[in-house]
């Protein structure tokens, strides 16, 4: 099938306007998960700061959209919480909807973990009150390891037959 050089720059715009889709959607959902953790650590946490490696949102917002793909809504119809693990307790600190206007149809929980490895987390050598002195709380830090479980919140039309 020959297509004429209109064609080819249609479909090349039409290419390009889907990555560009995507781009914005990566870009629009990692700053509600940054603004979701900022919010966090200003309300749950207790730390001055929460270092995350530089990559990880990124990779976060990959892996979601890849489990939005085959959803009725798409990514609009995802509701996001996060989770943090620390030592050996969890706990949700946020949650971020993707789209407030529509209607969530599935749900993905994000569980983030604390890096007890890394030379910042050596904090608990440093007596808390001697920190609080400095006016300074020690920095969270966060492992590159994450979780993302989905689930659905609907059936699809071929379990009801």
């Not at 390009?16 to 919010?39: G, I, P, T």
């Amino acid at each position: 099938m020959k297509m004429t050089l209109n064609e080819v720059h249609e479909d090349f715009l039409s290419y390009l306007r889907e990555d560009d889709a995507l781009d914005n959607k990566c870009q629009l959902l990692s700053q509600k998960v940054e603004r979701c953790l900022k919010e966090a650590k200003d309300k749950y946490l207790q730390c001055a700061e929460v270092l995350i490696p530089s990559d990880l949102i990124l990779r976060i917002v990959h892996d979601i959209l890849r489990m939005s793909e085959k959803e009725p809504c798409g990514l609009r119809g995802c509701v996001l919480y996060v989770n943090l693990e620390e030592k050996s307790t969890c706990h949700r600190i946020g949650k971020v909807k993707c789209d407030p206007d529509t209607v969530a149809t599935f749900e993905v929980v994000l569980t983030l973990k604390q890096d007890c490895s890394s030379w910042l987390s050596l904090r608990h050598l440093i007596p808390a009150r001697l920190l609080k002195s400095f006016g300074r709380n020690s920095p969270l830090v966060i492992s590159e390891n994450y979780m993302l479980n989905k689930k659905k919140l609907y059936r699809s039309s071929s379990l009801l037959s």
